[in-house]
């Protein structure tokens, strides 16, 4: 019988005891005296949105499917459980065993958002770690980042000891074989850093030196021993198909965000929008075979008993196989009560009739996400959507009974003017007048359309990394703009405008484009009492704004300056497969509102062939 780390007493006074106490539905136990490796697997973030993260479900069931490996979780305890964990001097603590954190081999923090970054810190505190990795000595737990914002892991380079650059299949064994030698020869933690840089895909932030110019730009990134690599390479699986999947994922006890089965169909994007960290940071595309998708599926609704399997991808509509994985799932499995959700689908005609097919999905709305208003600013982002192919998607979409759509946009878009602004609320108006042209009779419904933006944050390894971004001011110019302009509008009764915090955005574009001058402020930030950023409730600009104050953060310097074709940015001694030529091509194709085709139609050498895997090698 486990012990729990906290007692009835604290449970029964905190908001879902059920996020702390383990024991879900294949949940992995082990003997702990009889393995070699304890691995804690963190996701900064609540409980409900942690469990809801595909790959902290890969990667538990692959640590695990190794008999030297335990491999348990932790997720940042809400405030209410954070204060008492501090009243009483309680240290954080893994679901499954319930040990303290700070007695594990490892600690793997996911990074997927930067407002995330204060939990980090939340994690490492309450669990007892030194804050900087200068300050960890033998005993202390080797800290790991990756995920997506490991792609710039600068702005954290002070508080881990590595970082895993890439996508986790791959080298990991590599890395758990060599600490396991580490602890049997008992060799110093600085030793294992050292080794551990010779690993593909492994970046060691204490092992390299950076220097500024005068003006504050990056000068150099040279590596302070010989056995660093001048580049990381990014790290990406070449045969999908084959890689791990987890036959039996965890069953949270409570709802969480995404409460189903997941199955990935496919990695990587062929369409190659220019705002879009994902779509080149996961080139090439690669599919897993329709075969291992359907036994997986039937695996996964078999050990969890879920009622619903999510298709997941970037772009579900562009695996090629997504007719007759539909029309199996919907064969074998509808019987039994199971809904099939399909996101990330495009505007088309082949997307809607594939959706028709699903008819628990006409209950809810319909999303389209055409993220710039006018066809010009669409160019210039390369979304590769006309305003003809829109309405005729959202006609389609009416017709077959669809009557709530969601539309999705971007404020801040490089090149944006007033009037593309004020084509989001005209787009939405021609769709609305779409959806009246319908006969009374035939509708269903009066027509909702909830319109949203965000605002643009230029993301590195993207085309835009070379642009400014707006200020606070101009962001919210921009909606207001907007939100006339939708006011304005014939069938303004039918929308809805939503736009998101522009403090938060001008905060994710500092850490996404920052350096590791930032700890500073980031600690600072936390200390004042920061966290949970991510969350309204919570977030707190005025700290935010007196930490960078205190520690004399520019701000502007990271988000609204302009870049030189040739800067070196923080983040690259990464090297991510697709070149930085190729990006500043289409940085210039962007600027004379180009559009360039996508992977299928035709290849345009953007470097990520030399995985020689997916999409790169069938097109040859």
Request: include cysteine.
């Amino acid at each position: 019988m486990r012990k729990l780390a906290l007692d009835d007493s604290i449970l029964l006074k905190i908001e879902k005891p059920a996020r702390y106490i383990g024991n879900e539905i294949n949940a992995v136990y082990k003997d702990k005296s009889k393995t070699d490796i304890r691995f804690c697997m963190c996701f900064p973030d609540l409980y409900e949105i942690g469990m809801s993260h595909l790959g902290i479900q890969i990667l538990y069931d692959m640590f695990n499917q190794r008999e030297d490996v335990w491999c348990e979780r932790v997720y940042s305890p809400w405030v209410d459980l954070d204060g008492i964990l501090r009243e009483k001097k309680l240290p954080l603590f893994a679901l499954e065993s319930q040990d303290p954190v700070k007695d594990f081999d490892f600690l793997g923090i996911t990074l997927q958002y930067e407002m995330c970054y204060t939990n980090v810190l939340q994690i490492l505190d309450l669990s007892r770690i030194p804050l900087r990795a200068a300050d960890r000595g033998q005993k202390d737990p080797i800290v790991i980042g990756g995920g997506p914002c490991a792609c710039n892991p600068e702005p954290l380079a002070d508080f881990f000891d590595l970082f895993y650059i890439g996508e986790g299949e791959t080298s990991y064994d590599a890395l758990l074989d060599l600490y396991k030698n580490h602890k049997k020869s008992g060799t110093s933690r600085e030793d294992f850093l050292l080794a551990a840089s010779g690993i593909p895909g492994i970046y060691v932030p204490s092992l390299y030196k950076v220097t500024y110019h005068p003006d504050g730009t990056v000068a150099a990134m040279k590596p302070a021993k010989p056995q660093a690599p001048e580049k990381v390479r990014r790290q990406a699986v070449s045969d999908l198909t084959s890689a791990v999947y987890p036959k039996k994922p965890l069953v949270p006890f409570i709802k969480v965000t995404q409460d189903r089965v997941v199955l990935e169909i496919q990695r990587g994007c062929i369409r190659g929008c220019r705002f879009c960290q994902a779509g080149m940071m996961y080139r090439p595309t690669r599919e897993r075979d329709l075969k291992m998708l359907e036994e997986s599926a039937h695996n996964m609704l078999e050990s969890t008993g879920h009622e619903e399997i999510s298709l997941s991808s970037l772009s579900s509509s562009d695996y090629s196989k997504l007719p007759e994985l539909v029309t199996y799932l919907m064969e074998h499995f509808r019987g039994q009560g199971v809904n099939i959700s399909l996101p990330s689908l495009r505007i088309d005609a082949f997307s809607l009739d594939v959706m028709s097919k699903i008819q628990d999905v006409r209950k809810s709305s319909i999303t389209f996400a055409p993220e710039a208003g006018s066809q010009r600013l669409r160019d210039v982002i390369n979304k590769g959507l006309t305003e003809e192919v829109i309405l005729e998607g959202a006609g389609t979409a009416f017709d077959g009974g669809w009557n709530k759509v969601k539309l999705y946009f971007m404020l801040g878009l490089p090149t944006e003017t007033e009037e593309d602004q004020k084509e989001i609320a005209h787009l939405a108006e021609k769709i609305a007048k779409r959806y009246y042209e319908i006969p009374k009779e035939r509708r269903c419904g009066k027509c909702q359309i909830t319109i949203s933006t965000s605002f643009f944050v230029p993301k590195p390894f993207t085309p835009f990394q070379w642009a400014r971004m707006c200020t606070r001011e101009e962001f919210l110019e921009r909606a207001y703009t907007v939100n006339m302009e939708v006011k304005a509008q014939l069938n303004r009764k039918s929308m809805k405008y939503n736009w998101h915090e522009a403090d938060v955005t001008v905060l994710e574009g500092v850490f996404a484009r920052g350096d590791r001058r930032l700890s500073s402020f980031l600690l600072r930030a936390y200390e004042k009492g920061c966290l949970f950023d991510s969350w309204t409730e919570t977030f707190q600009g005025e700290l935010w704004m007196e930490a960078a104050a205190e520690t004399e953060t520019d701000l502007m310097f990271y988000t609204t300056r302009n870049r030189e074709k040739d800067e070196l940015f923080p983040w690259d001694f990464i090297d991510i497969g697709v070149t930085k030529g190729f990006l500043y091509r289409e940085w210039e194709r962007a600027l004379n509102e180009t559009v360039t085709p996508n992977c299928r139609q035709q290849c345009q050498g953007c470097g990520a062939g030399r995985y020689e895997s997916g999409i790169c090698v069938e097109s040859r």
